[in-house]
């Protein structure tokens, strides 16, 4: 197992809010990766546009999974529209 962080940026609104980090929870948890520490960010300015919106809620994830594991999940979430943008790095040893 490698660790990973992820961040994510959701679409701002409370009501959306709860219910897209629960699927991002399910999705991790279904391909069988370990959330470690779920750290909330915020809501911040974008540095650009995205989606027609200029505000996003940062939400990072501390994850131990297998490097087979991520691709399935990058798939998964790519298609959530209250999912403006997301990147999984490596974390060094």
């Known amino acids: 197992m490698r660790k990973y962080d992820a ?4 679409q701002t609104g409370d009501e959306n809010l709860a219910a897209a980090r629960e699927q991002v929870s399910g999705e991790l948890t279904k391909a069988e990766i370990k959330v470690v520490e779920e750290q909330d960010l915020g809501e911040r300015d974008l540095a650009y546009e995205i989606r027609k919106a ?5 939400v990072r994830y501390e994850v ?3 490097p087979e594991s991520i691709q399935p999940v990058q ?3 790519k298609l959530r529209p209250e999912i403006l943008k997301f990147v999984f790095f490596r974390k060094e040893q």
Not at 7 to 10: E, L, M, R
Not at 54 to 58: E, V
């Open 7 to 10: 961040v994510f940026i959701f």
């Open 75 to 77: 798939k998964a979430l």
């Open 64 to 66: 131990e999974a297998t």
């Open 54 to 58: 200029n505000r996003g809620h940062y």
